[in-house]
């Protein structure tokens, strides 16, 4: 019988991301510090990096052997910068000016990492963004509503964010925090069985 999973995360969204797609999980979130360089030319690796970094620290502290742990990280890439979460309200508010009438990446790194045994496997998935051009009344509004903070690129689809997208290239819930379909396919390849669980 397989061991249930471990998110390495706080986020409100994974967790009913994971809850709705059936996954049995436990939640340890990775107190670790989370540094995003101002550039990169391969935002991916980032991103990757960030989220095998958030598995391994808590796969060390796991007592139980076997037991596979779920690192995310999302980032926002509009060309060569990296976006993160803002720091506050101001922050918010010029992040979605930069982004506004942009097409921009928001990529997540997702890893898996088996507690004692340390095998990984590491992937990202990218989606790709129109957002049309917004009023800056329309930002400060939206920021002053909470929606943006705790958000990379200080927007999020499933709390109003959506009607600021013109177009969508690839997984919503990449956008929303962790692409589904790509850690279905991680836990097969690592012979994880969800219906086992």
């Known amino acids: 019988m397989a061991e249930r999973l471990i998110l390495a995360s706080a986020s409100a969204r994974r967790r009913?991301?994971?809850s709705a797609a059936g996954y049995r999980f436990d939640v340890a979130p990775a107190d670790i510090?989370?540094?995003l360089p101002a550039e990169s030319e391969d935002p991916s690796s980032v991103a990757m990096?960030?989220?095998a970094a958030k598995a391994r620290h808590v796969a060390s502290r796991t007592s139980a052997r076997g037991r596979w742990v779920?690192?995310?990280d999302t980032i926002v890439a509009l060309g060569r910068r990296l976006i993160g979460k803002p720091r506050d309200?101001?922050?918010a508010e010029s992040i979605l000016s930069s982004l506004s009438g942009s097409r921009h990446a928001v990529?997540?790194?997702v890893a898996l990492v088996e507690s004692g045994s340390g095998r990984s496997l590491?992937?990202?998935a990218t989606t790709w963004i129109k957002?049309?051009?917004i009023p800056q009344d329309e930002i400060r509004r939206y920021v002053a509503g909470g929606a943006a903070l705790g958000k990379a690129g200080a927007y999020a689809i499933q709390e109003g964010g959506d009607r600021y997208v013109e177009r969508m290239e690839g997984s919503v819930t990449n956008v929303v925090g962790l692409p589904m379909e790509l850690l279905g396919e991680m836990l097969a390849e690592v012979r994880w069985e969800a219906s086992a669980s």
């Open 70 to 72: 779920v690192g995310a």
């Open 49 to 51: 990096a960030l989220a």
């Open 107 to 109: 990529i997540t790194g």
């Open 33 to 35: 510090e989370e540094s």
């Open 131 to 133: 957002m049309r051009r």
């Open 89 to 91: 309200a101001a922050d």
């Open 122 to 124: 590491v992937r990202s």
């Open 16 to 18: 009913e991301l994971m």
